[in-house]
C-alpha cells in the first residue's frame, strides 16, 4: 500500500497542532532562520512542542530552512539543524546545496520546490546525492509528473492548493533587482502582485493599469485521483503565513477528499493514524479565496489572473437589485450575517469593501453606506459566522482501536490493536463469578474500557471472550484502560526518520554551467557543485553577482501574449509594435517571448514616460 500524505503548513506550533487535529499527515513549518518565509519563523521549543503532538497520530514535521546562504551563515545553519533533529523533527526542506557539505545529523533532507526541479534528470540527480522527498515545479503537466514519478524512487509531493508564485520557484529576481530584497531569502516584495500597464516600443498604452502578474490560487482538488494514479504521494497546501481558519478550513476539506478516494483501496492509504470528525462544512471560498485555477495541469488555458484585484475575491453571494440612502436589496441564495465583509468592483475599477452592520432578510444594512449600484456583483470576503466557527474547537482525531477480552489460567488478558500495532497484556485476578449475567458483565466490560476521552483513542470494536460472568470491579478496568492507553501511545512514536545512507559522490548535475540563477551564494555550495561535475559557476545577485540589462529578473510559464489574446500561434495574423514593456508605478520591465518554449522572460527596462 502506498501511503498519501496530506501536508499542511503552519506558521505557528498552534496552527500546525491544528492542522494535525484537522487532518493533516505532516506539516510544514519554518526553522528558526533561514526559511522562505522570513516571518514565519518558530523557535526549536515551538517546533519541539509541534513534534510531540504530532507524533502522537505518526504524522511528521518537517522544517524549511530552504534560503539560499553566505558562508558567515552556515556555521549557524548547522547548529541549528543539529537541534531541530534533536526535537525530534522529521525532516529539513532545503534549497542551498552548500548544506550538504555541513556535518549534519542524519535527518531527512526534502528538495525544495526553491531549486527549481521541473525535469527528470535534476529529480534523478537530487535522489543520488540523499535527497527522500522532492518538491516539484508548480508548473508541470500531469504528463511530466507522471515521467518523473516513473523515472525516481524518491516521494514525489506536488502543491495542491493555494498561492501561485508567477516565476518558476527560485527564479525570480524582481524583488532583489529593484528593491534588494531576495525572494531566496524569504523577503519577496511581491512585485507580481502590484498593478501594471502593457506599453508598447512607441509608448503606446495597450492596457489599462491591472494586476496582470497576479496568478489565481490553485486548486487541484478535482484531479487528486490523476495525481496519486501519476506517482504523486504528498499533496502540499501553500500558505505558511495564512490565519488558522485558512489552514483548518482547506486542510479539512483536502482530509474529506482524500478519505473518500482512499475509502476501501488497496492501493492507497493514509500517511499517518487517526479518524477525523469535522465539527463544521468545509469551504475554501469561505477564507482566503483568490478564484481558482489548475495551471497548467491539463495544459495552457486562458483566466489564469484575476486582474482587478490580487486580495482575496471570496464567495459570490448575488447581485444589488435596490439602492436606498441607508441599504441595499441583493438577490442571493445566501445567507449574510452582522459583521460579514462584503466587497464589489467600484465604478472606477477598484475592488472594495464595506462590513455589514445588519441584515433583514435580503436588506443589508452596512456600517457606511458604500458606493454601490444596482447590478454589481457581491462578494463575502469575511465570513463572520464561519470564522466564529473556526475560533473555537472545530474538529476531533482519534485512533480506533479493537480489544479482545479473554480469560487466562490465573485471571484475565486483553489485547488492543491498531492499524499500526498490537499490544497484549495479562494481568493475575482472582475469578469470582458476578451476581449479573454474561451479558450485563460483557456490556460494562465495554462500557468501561471505551471511556477514552482523556486519550487519543477511541474503541472501534470489543470482543469479549468470557464463558462465565467474572467479576471485575469496574476501578480496575479503568486502571487497566489507563495503562493500556499510556502504553500503546508510546508505542505508536515514528521511528526517526534519517537520510538515505548511499550517496552517489560521483553523480553529475544536469548542466555544466551555472549563472546567478543557480544561486549559489558560499563556498560549500561552490564546492559541491564542483564536485558534482559543474565547471563554471557565477555568484547570486545576493552575493554580489552581475545582472546584465539582457538577464531576466523573472522566467515564468504564464505569458501575457496568450492571456491578452495576442497569442501568435492562435492568432498569426495580429500586429504588435514590440517590444512589449510593463511599465507600474516605480518599476519598468521588458517582456520576452519564447514561444518555442512557450515561455515568457522579464527584464529591467529604462524608465519612460
Known amino acids: 500500500m ?62 524549511a530552512l530552504n534560503t539560499i546562504l553566505t558562508d558567515a551563515q552556515l556555521e ?11 526535537a525530534g523533527a522529521d525532516a529539513l526542506i532545503i534549497q542551498d546545496m552548500g548544506l550538504l557539505r555541513l556535518s549534519l545529523p542524519p535527518i531527512a533532507l526534502h528538495a525544495s520546490t526553491q531549486m527549481d526541479n521541473r525535469t527528470l534528470e535534476k529529480v534523478q540527480f537530487l535522489e543520488r546525492v540523499g535527497f527522500s522527498q522532492i518538491v516539484l515545479a508548480r508548473e508541470l503537466s500531469l504528463n511530466q509528473i507522471k515521467t518523473i514519478c516513473s ?62 502578474l497576479s496568478l489565481n490560487d490553485l486548486d487541484l482538488s478535482s484531479h487528486l485521483v490523476d495525481l496519486m494514479e501519476a506517482g504523486v504521494s504528498s499533496f502540499k497546501i501553500e500558505g505558511r503565513l495564512k490565519a488558522m481558519s485558512y489552514v483548518k478550513n482547506v486542510t479539512a476539506y483536502y482530509r474529506r477528499l482524500l478519505d473518500q478516494l482512499m475509502e476501501g483501496s488497496r492501493r492507497f492509504e493514509p500517511a499517518s493514524l487517526g479518524r477525523v470528525v469535522h465539527y463544521f462544512e468545509p469551504d475554501p471560498q469561505r477564507t ?88 454589481m456583483m457581491l462578494f463575502r470576503t469575511y465570513d463572520q459566522q464561519f470564522e466564529e466557527i473556526l475560533s473555537k474547537k472545530s474538529a476531533d482525531r482519534r485512533i480506533p482501536l479493537t ?7 490465573d485471571g484475565f488478558g486483553m489485547d488492543v490493536s491498531c492499524k499500526e500495532r498490537s499490544l497484549s497484556f495479562q494481568w493475575t485476578h482472582p475469578k469470582v463469578l458476578s451476581t449479573k449475567t454474561l451479558d450485563e458483565v460483557v456490556q460494562n466490560i465495554a462500557d468501561q474500557l471505551s471511556r477514552l476521552g482523556e486519550t487519543i483513542f477511541v474503541m472501534e470494536h470489543m470482543d469479549v471472550q468470557f464463558t462465565q460472568p467474572w467479576f471485575i470491579p469496574s476501578s480496575l478496568l479503568s486502571r487497566w484502560r489507563r495503562e493500556m492507553a499510556i502504553k500503546m501511545e508510546a508505542a505508536l512514536v515514528p521511528p526517526i526518520s534519517s537520510r538515505a545512507t548511499t550517496v552517489d559522490e560521483n553523480a553529475l548535475f544536469p548542466v555544466q554551467h551555472l549563472s546567478y540563477a543557480g544561486n549559489v551564494s558560499n563556498r560549500q555550495a561552490i564546492d559541491f557543485y564542483r564536485q558534482h561535475g559543474v565547471t563554471s559557476i557565477d555568484p547570486a545577485l545576493e552575493i554580489g553577482g552581475r545582472l546584465s540589462s539582457d538577464d531576466p529578473v523573472m522566467t515564468t510559464k504564464y505569458c501575457l501574449k496568450f492571456e491578452l489574446g495576442w497569442c501568435p500561434r492562435q492568432y498569426p495574423t495580429i500586429q504588435l509594435n514590440e517590444p512589449l514593456f510593463l511599465q507600474g508605478i516605480h518599476d519598468r520591465f521588458q517582456l520576452h517571448f519564447d514561444c518555442a518554449a512557450c515561455e515568457m522572460t522579464l527584464t529591467l527596462a529604462n524608465k519612460k514616460g
Open 403 to 409: 480489544f479482545r477480552c479473554y480469560e487466562t489460567e
Open 151 to 212: 523515472g525516481t524512487k524518491a516521494t514525489i509531493e506536488c502543491f495542491v492548493h493555494g498561492a501561485l508564485c508567477v516565476s518558476y520557484s527560485g527564479q525570480c529576481y524582481a524583488s532583489q533587482a529593484t528593491r534588494g530584497r531576495s525572494a531566496n531569502r524569504g523577503e519577496c516584495a511581491q512585485l507580481c502582485r502590484l498593478p501594471y500597464q502593457v506599453v508598447d516600443a512607441s509608448g503606446n498604452v495597450l492596457t489599462s493599469a491591472k494586476h496582470l
Open 2 to 63: 502506498r501511503k498519501i500524505e496530506l501536508l499542511a503548513p503552519a506558521k505557528t506550533a498552534d496552527i500546525g497542532i491544528e492542522a494535525i487535529i484537522h487532518g493533516a499527515d505532516a506539516v510544514y513549518i519554518g526553522a528558526p532562520q533561514f526559511s522562505a518565509r522570513a516571518n514565519a519563523g518558530n523557535s526549536v521549543s515551538e517546533i519541539a512542542r509541534l513534534v510531540t503532538f504530532a507524533h502522537r497520530f505518526r504524522a511528521k514535521v518537517y522544517v
Open 76 to 86: 549557524l545553519a548547522e547548529s541549528m539543524i543539529w537541534e531541530l533533529y534533536e
Open 288 to 375: 482566503f479565496h483568490r478564484g481558482a485555477t489548475d495551471y497548467f495541469l491539463n495544459d495552457r488555458h486562458l483566466h489564469l489572473i484575476q486582474p482587478e484585484t490580487p486580495k482575496s475575491m471570496g464567495q459570490a453571494i448575488g447581485k444589488v437589485i435596490r439602492v436606498t440612502s441607508k441599504a441595499l436589496l441583493i438577490s442571493t441564495e445566501s445567507f449574510v450575517h452582522n459583521g460579514d465583509g462584503i466587497s464589489f468592483m467600484s465604478v472606477d475599477g477598484t475592488f472594495t469593501g464595506f462590513r455589514v452592520n445588519r441584515v433583514d432578510g435580503a436588506w443589508i444594512y452596512p456600517f457606511k453606506m458604500p458606493p454601490v449600484e444596482p447590478g
